[in-house]
């Protein structure tokens, strides 16, 4: 291992940072209790990805999480605590920069997920170019519970327009099973600690390849699935979040969220 060191906010460490010999860099999210993305993790996790395009000795990127799961969303108590639109704009850009980075990253990035992926993870997930997951992992679209429409652009890329449509009306989980039949999870292990030595493993098998030709392939394979045009798909997608803020729906919603009483509120 060349490297590694620790990214910090308010104190705190909210992301790990180790460079292998084999040209692996592996980005780990570690942001207790829940690892909820807060917009300063969101943006220093995408300019570490989109740096990449200037370190020649980065043959792959591995991203992933310690503690009890991989994102559990957005930090909504952020959002609400942040004066007027400032907490859902933030959120919003933050969250679309992170998963362009991830799609649009020079290298191929495996992102390794277990226990849950909630909202945001679920965005980054579908932007990786191979997913390893835990059994137990639980995919996530909860927005309708919190005020927000968007999620369906990335989610799109991990299953069929009906299963993404059924997932986000009801916010039921999608069970990491099913992910793994459908081709959209390569590897599924048992426990969190398989899941960074899968993600591991394949980012170095990854590694061992012509640098040159993979960062080519990659973005021959952008180009080939249109990836190139989702920034306007996201900003579409937006548009209809911001108007439930303004309208005042997207804070009511987060505060019940923050208040435990999900079930209960009905507007």
């Known amino acids: 291992m060349l490297d590694n060191h620790s990214v910090q906010a308010e104190g705190k460490t909210v992301f790990n940072e180790h460079f292998h010999d084999d040209g692996t860099l592996e980005l780990v999210v ?73 799609l649009h990253c020079a290298v191929p990035v495996v992102c390794g997920v277990h226990a849950y992926c909630v909202g945001a993870g679920v965005l980054i997930a579908g932007s990786a170019d191979v997913l390893v997951a835990s059994r137990d992992t639980r995919f996530v679209l909860a927005e309708i519970d919190n005020g927000a429409t968007a999620g369906a652009v990335q989610a799109l890329r991990l299953m069929p327009e009906k299963r993404v449509r059924a997932a986000m009306m009801t916010a039921d989980p999608v069970l990491a099973q099913e992910l793994h039949e459908l081709g959209s999870i390569y590897t599924l292990v048992d426990t969190h600690d398989e899941v960074a030595a899968a993600a591991r493993a394949i980012a170095a098998k990854i590694a061992a390849k012509s640098p040159e030709a993979m960062r080519r392939l990659k973005l021959s394979l952008n ?45």
């Open 30 to 102: 570690d942001k207790p209790p829940v690892n909820a993305f807060s917009i300063g993790l969101l943006h220093d996790l995408a300019a570490r990805i989109e740096g990449v395009k200037d370190r020649p000795e980065v043959r792959a990127v591995v991203l992933r999480a310690d503690g009890r799961g991989f994102c559990g969303g957005g930090d909504v108590k952020e959002v609400e605590a942040l004066p007027g639109f400032e907490g859902i704009l933030g959120q919003s850009s933050g969250s679309m920069r992170l998963s362009l980075a991830v």
């Open 223 to 267: 180009n080939s699935t249109k990836a190139h045009e989702l920034m306007a798909a996201y900003r579409a997608e937006m548009s209809y979040t911001y108007e439930l803020n303004i309208m005042g729906e997207a804070s009511a919603g987060r505060t019940a969220f923050i208040e435990g009483r999900r079930e209960s509120y009905n507007r």
